[in-house]
Structures are given as C-alpha cells and as structure tokens.
C-alpha cells in the first residue's frame, strides 16, 4: 500500500483535535452509520449518540433498514427513526458517519446532508473514498467499535455499562466472536477492559447467537439443505429463496450471519450466499479464507466491504446471479 494511502487508512491513534474541534463548533449533529444496520454499525451509533449528548450536543440518529431483533436489548437500539419518521429538527451543521465506505451506503438518511454539512467519517474499510472534512480511518482495526474506545479513551469519556455493551456488540460481532484475524492483542485488550465494566459478556453472546426464534432455525435447515459445492470444494454456496422465507414463516433479518456456515466446510477458500431480493434482483453474501480477496469481487458488482468479507447486489434472478458469480469465483481461484 502507498505510504501516503499506509498513513490515511491505518490511522491507529484517532486524530482528537481534528475530531473534538468540530464537534466543539457543531450545534445539531447527525450520527448515522451505514444501511441494514450490524452489531458494529448499530453499537457505535448509539455510542457517539450518548457521547455528544453528554457534551450538551443535540443530535438527531436515524436509520436505514430494520434492526434486528438480537441487538434489541441496546440501549436506544428501539429509538432510531427512520427518514420517514424523523421530526424536523434544528438545521443539521455536523455530520459524524460510521462504518461507511462512502456516502451512499447511509442510504436514505442521506437526504439529511448538504453541501455545507461538516462531515467526519469514521470507519475500517479498505474502500473508503475520504469523503469527509476529517477522515479517520483504520482498515487495521477490527471494529469502529475498537477504534472508538481509543478516541473516548483519548478524551477522557468515562465509558458507562450501556457505552460498553454497545462497543462490546460491535467488537464481538465484527470480529465473529473474535475468530477473524482482525483480532489483535489490542482489541482483546479493548474487549477485556469493557468486560470489565461489568457488563455480561455471556449475556450479549447468548442474546446475539444463542436466541433464535423457532422459525429461524426452520429457515438454517432450509438453507443448509439446499449447501452446494464446486471447485473442488473450494467454493461453498448457499442460496435463500423467498419460497424458504415464505414455508419457514421467517423475516429476511433472520438469515443474518448464514453465510458464516459455509467457512465451516474443510477445504473451502470461497463462501458464498445468495439472496433472492424479487424477481431480478439478488443479493450476494461474500466470505473468504486465505488470500482471496472478496471486496473486489464485490466491488465488480457496485459493492464492497472488507478483504475476506464483503457484499453486493446483482440485477439478475437468482439463477442468473448464481451463475454469474460463480463463473467469476472459478476465474478467480483458477487465476
Ligand atoms: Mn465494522
């Protein structure tokens, strides 16, 4: 990576001065991270929310996409309107934007910015395009969960329980219970520091992983039913129709996370889960193991995310998506 990319995508320290000047400047700020909320875009939302409310901010969340149902015991998670339901507010001066490789991922929310609105962009993904006043960016950290502890650590903000079951979620969530290698000494350093607030780790596990609903373990056999494999069983795919939503009586947040399972399978480099949308639209879950980089297979397709773990949308019906991706996979790993 080009030095100057080295120092703008692996800040570690975050840049205070920058960040708390604006803040300090701002009178109604946004806090939005990116659409279909996860553990990490969710948990740091409600954080900074907090965060500015106890500098005396007025800040105004709002959301794009439901929030599923297992990070409902967050505090605030039930109290982020979306574009629709938000009331009008203050104008907007300040905008703080998590988890967002660019501005179109806040999604609807994003009809709250205008040109002259002061944007800091806070996030880890390798794609993002610098859009903000202050861009603090770390493709090294495993979370903007990590990386906001090291800026309330920084200003000396006293992490209450509620800040650190958010952080906690984000950190666990994106690091898949700490198995990713973006786990460092540092972020079980983090973990181990928010554990020790007191807040029950077992709980948020429990309540993340271990709470499914009837009908979303009828859907995990649907799903895992119809595992398919190719190459040699280097490429594992699994496929969700909207027929499997339909017998299993399932919301499509339920099918957070399958595509996990295809990892599981010894042998497998390439994960893929395919989602049927409608009729020709279908959504794309990439995983992947050694060097195989997903996010630009993703970014073929307008989307993106991290080198082993990314997402896309294709304008094709399911058959023809699956097609479609698995030609460029086989390319890929025949290269
Ligand atoms: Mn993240």
Redesign the pocket.
């Known amino acids: 990576m080009k030095t100057t990319n080295k120092i703008l995508f692996e800040q570690h320290q975050p840049p205070v001065k920058e960040i708390s000047d604006i803040i300090e400047r701002a009178a109604v700020i946004l806090v939005v991270s990116h659409l279909e909320p996860?553990g990490?875009?969710l948990g740091t939302q409600l954080a900074v929310g907090t965060y500015l409310e106890s500098l005396g901010k007025r800040v105004v969340r709002v959301r794009d996409g439901v929030i599923p149902e297992k990070y409902s015991f967050l505090k605030g998670a039930d109290n982020i309107p979306t574009f629709e339901e938000l009331k009008p507010s203050d104008k907007i001066d300040t905008a703080i934007i998590l988890?967002c490789p660019n501005v179109n991922r806040v999604g609807s929310g994003k009809q709250l910015l205008t040109e002259d609105t002061i944007i800091i962009n806070i996030d880890?993904h390798r794609d993002n395009d610098v859009y903000g006043a202050v861009n603090w960016i770390n493709t090294g950290a495993s979370?903007?969960g990590e990386m906001l502890f090291e800026y309330f650590e920084a200003v000396d903000y006293k992490i209450d329980f509620d800040t650190a079951e958010q952080l906690y979620t984000?950190i666990l969530t994106?690091t898949g219970r700490f198995r990713y290698k973006s786990t460092t000494q540092r972020t079980l350093e983090i973990a181990g520091k928010l554990v020790g607030t007191g807040i029950d780790s077992q709980m948020i596990c429990d309540t993340v992983y271990y709470n499914l609903r009837p009908s979303s373990m009828i859907l995990t056999g649907k799903v895992l039913n119809g595992i398919e494999f190719y190459e040699n069983n280097q490429i594992c795919a699994l496929t969700l129709t909207n027929k499997m939503l339909e017998e299993a009586k399932a919301e499509r947040s339920e099918s957070d996370g399958f595509v996990d399972f295809t990892l599981f399978n010894r042998g497998v480099t390439v994960g893929l889960f395919f989602k049927e949308v409608d009729e020709s639209t279908t959504k794309v879950s990439l995983r992947s193991k050694n060097g195989i980089n997903v996010s630009a297979i993703a970014s073929q397709f307008g989307g993106g995310g991290h080198f082993n773990a990314a997402g896309c949308q294709l304008d094709l019906p399911l058959e023809k998506a699956r097609e479609k991706m698995l030609q460029i996979v086989k390319e890929v790993l025949n290269g």
């Open positions: 996860d990490d875009a988890e880890h979370s903007v984000a994106d």
